[in-house]
């Protein structure tokens, strides 16, 4: 996908027809727009979101005052005034423009949550096509799901990997790798392909076949509804976790809180810390009883073996070691090493034949011996099994004594804080009080879901099995019953290579991730993506998770937007070169970004600016005055095909105009208006 231009009419702070040419060329991919605070980045940046899918982000306030204030105004009751966006892009070939408008008949002095009407059109060699649905195509071509990779605010990404958004992102990732087809066919087409061949049965009458069939449906479902509720579950935790996050942030913000609140939050990175320790441990503890847990049963068993062999060893019941054929030639001459003769029948004679026979069992020699070691071993083996558990069982112990001397501070804090004779800093922590209580019970009830989805999954396999080997009589039972078996197979191969694909991915999007971070973060911290695709960073110096600043949180969300736009163009490339794969994905995205540069210091916005422009071949950034100057510039200056001023009026004459520079010349900044609106005005690069 390649950007072509965005025309805004009043849209929000945006008066009249405003419009912004966003064509590049493949050396200099940056567009850039400077703007001062509230005068219209955001609003920029949702431009696009809105257009695209008819959503604000959350930031977003008043999100229902999407007409320009000014034009609502001048609009006199029961006229029409409208508002609208068009973004303009090329697809693989196809042009396409976007077009989404409201429109509404003016009643009240205030406006109110409108329904937009969407029109795309479709455009090849010259003829055009209006798209009958045209949100689903808008969903094939970038799915809602990835736009939080594609189009998002620098300063709250961090967001994305919290607890309550890791499956939202995994999703997101499997749908733009091309994995999202086989999970339809996991969790669509398969089970409806095996339920109508069940269903057949009922013609039949086998009435063991049809309880199953039954029975599996109704699992089945009941399996939907426990997935329903788990989303619902995060995205309530979600919203509860935000609300303790703004609390946590006003108490911050408030003087008197302050303090009290920056000693909880280290306590809060203290305990992160702490928490992954004793997860290490306990993972450290699951290993070795996994590994050597037999152990532990084989007191008693190395003295019996050492006790055996050693009394095989005293009755020569354990060869020494002397070769059979040099016992043969002794009999063969009838005479032993020593000069003795040996006829037959003797003693001696009978004695050396024994000696024969057990000369044969070299192997069971050379057994014995690697077993008596061994045996000799399992004590030292077993002693330091036990050292080290109990040395886990130790660390874990003493671990939880301080989580729980963490929990006992906090506590104290939370009652500090009740105590402040500031109304608004009670209310403030009586909220986060009650919100985080809120999100504990709903991730307990998170939890006992997604139990109840395990025991549902082993329950449907067990009804598969009985299905599978239920006797039945008649031929066409048999029939289906094969067919049945034979798409379960089939669904069980693609699971296992859902698996293995999505495996393959995360570690391809870990690899990548650690790689741009690298690139950019001077401390002793590496990115990591776990399993579940929660993005984690650990300090390699101490073996534990980091404890982020809003910098480093910063830091790894456009690293990791970085790892996504790569790996995707990767697996886009892989498709253009084998246009017939089975799987498809990937693709080539621009990047719209607010804030890209947050709180960082200087040195980490200079690598950053330098980093950007490298992310994908289309970057469109969203920056304040601060960052018209220096290195930052220099760098996302050098890589841009165009920039733009967002230049404000205000009506407040008390306020100085501004101006900008921007590699030496002056632009206008804010200037003087008979209303507050924002213009966008290209600037030389």
């Known amino acids: 996908m390649k950007l072509l231009k965005l025309t805004l009419e009043n849209f929000r702070v945006f008066y009249g027809t405003q419009q912004l040419d966003l064509e590049v060329t493949p050396d200099k991919p940056a567009i850039l727009v400077f703007g001062m605070n509230g005068a219209g980045k955001t609003t920029l940046l949702n431009a696009f979101i809105w257009a695209l899918y008819g959503v604000f982000s959350d930031d977003v306030e008043h999100q229902e005052r999407v007409i320009n204030d000014h034009a609502w105004a001048q609009t006199p009751f029961g006229g029409l005034v409208s508002a609208s966006v068009k973004v303009e892009f090329e697809h693989e070939g196809l042009l396409f423009s976007v077009l989404r408008t409201v429109t509404t008949t003016k009643d009240t002095e205030e ?12 455009s ?19 799915p809602e799901g990835l736009r939080q990779f594609f189009f998002f605010n620098g300063e709250r990404m961090e967001r994305m990997f919290t607890g309550d958004r890791t499956d939202e992102v995994k999703q997101a990732i499997k749908t733009l790798m091309g994995l999202e087809e086989i999970e339809r066919a996991i969790a669509t087409h398969l089970p409806n392909a095996s339920r109508k061949l069940s269903r057949q049965i009922a013609g039949n009458g086998d009435g063991r076949l049809q309880a199953l069939m039954i029975e599996q449906e109704e699992l089945e479902q009941h399996k939907l509804d426990v997935h329903k509720q788990l989303l619902q579950l995060s995205e309530t935790a979600g919203g509860y976790e935000r609300e303790v996050e703004a609390a946590n942030q006003a108490l911050l913000a408030n003087g008197k809180a302050a303090p009290l609140q920056r000693q909880r939050t280290k306590l809060k990175v203290r305990l992160g810390e702490l928490m992954a320790k004793r997860a290490e441990r306990q993972e450290r503890k699951r290993e070795l009883l996994a590994r050597s847990s037999f152990l532990a049963f084989t007191g008693g068993i190395d003295s019996q073996v050492l006790d055996l062999a050693e009394g095989m060893r005293k009755r020569r019941e354990l060869p020494a070691g002397i070769q059979r054929d040099y016992i043969d030639g002794l009999l063969e001459d009838g005479l032993c090493m020593c000069g003795r003769e040996l006829p037959e029948g003797s003693s001696a004679r009978m004695a050396l034949e024994e000696r024969r026979y057990n000369a044969g069992l070299a192997d069971v020699e050379t057994r014995w011996m690697y077993l008596r070691g061994k045996a000799a071993d399992l004590t030292l ?12 069982v130790s660390d874990i112990e003493e671990i939880e004594s301080s989580i729980r001397q963490i929990d006992a501070e906090e506590s104290d804090i939370a009652r500090e804080l009740e105590g402040v004779d500031v109304i608004d800093v009670q209310r403030l922590e009586e909220r986060r009080k009650e919100f985080d209580r809120k999100r504990l019970d709903v991730l307990q009830q998170h939890r006992e879901a997604k139990s109840q989805l395990a025991e549902l999954d082993e329950r449907i396999e067990k009804v598969r099995r009985q299905f599978h080997s239920a006797r039945v009589q008649d031929e066409e039972s048999k029939r289906i019953q094969r067919q049945v078996a034979l798409v379960d197979e089939v669904l069980t191969a693609f699971q296992r290579i859902l698996a293995v694909k999505t495996e393959e991915v995360r570690q391809q999007l870990d690899q990548k991730v650690k790689s741009v971070f690298g690139r950019i973060c001077i401390k002793p911290f590496t990115p990591h993506l776990t399993p579940a695709f929660a993005l984690e960073l650990v300090n390699h110096s101490a073996g534990v998770a980091a404890a982020r600043s809003t910098g480093e949180n910063q830091i790894l969300g456009l690293s990791f937007v970085g790892a996504v736009s790569e790996l995707a163009k990767e697996t886009h490339d892989r498709k253009q070169k084998a246009p017939d794969a089975v ?3 990937g693709g080539v995205y621009p990047v719209v970004m607010d804030a890209p540069f947050g709180n960082l210091d200087v040195a980490y916005q200079n690598d950053i600016a330098e980093s950007l422009p490298k992310l994908t071949s289309q970057i469109v950034t969203l920056l304040s005055k601060s960052q018209a100057r220096g290195m930052v510039l220099d760098h996302l200056g050098g890589a841009a095909s165009r920039m733009y001023v967002l230049r404000s009026y205000i009506t407040n004459t008390d306020a100085d105009e501004d101006t900008i520079t ?7 900044y804010v200037s003087h208006g008979d209303f507050n609106h924002t213009v966008l005005e290209e600037v030389t690069v």
């Open 381 to 392: 083996a077993r002693a330091d099994l036990l050292a080290k558990l109990r040395e886990c």
């Open 111 to 122: 406006q109110t949550a409108l329904a937009p009407k969407l029109i795309v059109t479709e």
């Open 662 to 668: 921007i590699h030496g010349r002056s632009y206008p």
């Open 583 to 585: 799987l498809g994905g």
């Open 124 to 142: 090849e060699r010259g003829v055009s096509t209006t798209v009958t649905n045209g949100q689903d195509r808008i969903q094939k071509l970038l």
